[in-house]
């Protein structure tokens, strides 16, 4: 029992350290290197699904994917791990440095080999909630995303609007993440593929790339 207490007391330490980096700007999180004797255990784990029962264990179970179990570490942090080999390739595409942008949910620290990464939590939006925030709409967001790499989609039209969505920074940093780690649009035409931190949109799902999706779901 003793054991066990000092465990926690460990962890709560950790954590209330990751809480402070994620009330700092997107801008200044970087991966850090981990040092939580609860997570460090989770990388020990060889199984995917002892790893998964691990972190049911310790962690409030969020809910899961097809390749991912999430779960709630604190107030301000979220856990996902891997259950299967398109996990890890997910978290692994999730934790790159070129893939951390003022757009996205910034890793804050990983497993070296991609079986858990640690996200801000995030509050779930809705299409309007998007409209609300960005000022246009989550179809005309898309349509114009979808034009400017010429993807030919039925449900995305080019939207009457396209010009003004384009010349809005969240849209350069969209697409510029997009362009730079050839990110497949079909993953990102789900409104559940975004979230809100301190009432700012932010893709929070973004770890299926063309690469990914050839070589694992093709």
Known sequence: ???????????????????????????SLEIVK???????????????????????????????????????????????VAHN????????????PGAQRPCTNNVIVADAKGKWIVVRNNEKITKDD????????????????????????????????HSEVEKSEFFKSIASLVFDNDLLL??????DSWGEIDGKIVLRDFGFNKKIHKSMYS
């Open 1 to 27: 029992i003793n054991r066990y207490i000092t465990i926690m007391s460990l962890l709560y330490k950790q954590i209330n350290h990751f809480n402070k980096l994620a009330q700092l700007s997107i801008s």
């Open 130 to 161: 998007f409209e609300k925030i960005m000022g246009y709409s989550f179809k005309d967001f898309m349509g114009t995303l979808f034009s400017k790499f010429n993807n030919e989609s039925d449900d995305w039209p080019l939207p009457k609007n």
């Open 34 to 80: 981990n040092s939580d004797p609860i997570l460090e255990e989770l990388s020990k784990i060889r199984e995917f699904e002892d790893r998964v029962k691990f972190a049911d264990d310790h962690f409030e179970r969020l809910g899961e994917g097809s390749s991912r179990t999430v779960f709630q570490m604190s107030d301000q942090l979220v856990l996902k």
């Open 85 to 96: 080999d398109k996990g890890i390739a997910q978290n692994s595409a999730e934790m790159l």
């Open 186 to 191: 079909g993953d990102l035409d789900k409104i």
